[in-house]
């Protein structure tokens, strides 16, 4: 193809793009002989998405609804988002709660989450991490979910406690590489050679704790001791070496 692969993504976190990130870092992109440039697709609900976007809890709900869009590769099979609360007291019924757009993918979670445990709350929806942090800390609300965007540690250190590790209990295809069904059937090699400079980066994580951290801390302005954190929930939820959806589907009880 002419010109650079645009890569979508909704949260430059390291759920959704350590993987490009060590990629990046290692020189797999440039081994693989494809150039990827990252778009924000998050605040564009009016333009159409590039051809292949890392956001595959997004592409899931997006298939859902009759788009043309195929998950060719699987990073993470479960969501790293966690529930904070103020206190170590369970959630209880008519607690406000700082989360995601009722339509965007830690909705869809958070709303699994309180129906298996039979709580009625209230989701208010907010623009970030930081604002929901800030409600939560402040006791505007009960608790706030929270993405890798904000790491344990620093969120501990603020006074929360968690309460709710969201991938502990829900499965699903949450980050990797989603693609266009047309873009694929066009671009065939590019796709390929995306997916495979990915499922190396996943392989070098695995592997390499250590460079895996430094990657995080370089890319995601984290500490030493929060990428250690970030990086081990990252390789409890991910898949070593990626999977497809035909092969992460026999490992997907939930």
């Known amino acids: 193809m002419s010109g650079p692969l645009e890569l979508g993504f909704k949260a430059f ?17 440039a081994e693989e002989d494809v150039e990827v440039r990252l778009v924000d697709i998050a605040l564009r609900p009016d333009v159409p998405p590039p051809p292949a976007q890392v956001s595959c809890g997004a592409a899931t709900l997006a298939a859902a609804a009759g788009a043309q869009v ?35 993918p830690p909705g869809h979670f958070l709303r699994t989450l309180l129906e298996r445990r039979g709580i009625a709350a ?3 929806p907010c623009r970030d991490d930081a604002a929901r942090l800030g409600l939560l800390v402040a006791g505007e609300v009960d608790a706030a979910v929270l993405s890798s965007a904000t790491p344990g540690p620093r969120v501990q250190a603020a006074g929360a406690v968690e309460l709710i590790a969201f991938a502990d209990e829900l499965s699903a295809p949450t980050t990797g590489l989603a693609v266009s069904e047309g873009f694929l059937e066009r671009e065939p090699r590019s796709v390929a050679a995306v997916a495979m400079a990915l499922r190396r980066a996943l392989a070098v994580i ?32 991910s898949t070593a070496g990626g999977l497809s959806l035909t092969e992460l589907a026999p490992t997907m009880p939930r």
């Open 206 to 237: 695995y592997d390499d704790a250590a460079l895996a951290e430094d990657v995080v801390a370089a890319s995601f302005g984290q500490t030493a001791a929060e990428a250690r954190w970030t990086v081990e929930r990252f390789r409890s939820s």
């Open 13 to 29: 976190d390291p759920h959704e793009l350590l993987p490009h990130a060590v990629a990046k870092r290692c020189g797999f992109y």
């Open 70 to 104: 195929q998950i060719v590769l699987v990073a993470c099979a479960a969501p790293l988002f966690w529930l904070y609360g103020r206190g170590d007291e369970p959630l209880r019924a008519g607690a406000r709660i700082a989360a995601y757009p009722e339509a965007a």
């Open 122 to 124: 209230t989701a208010l």
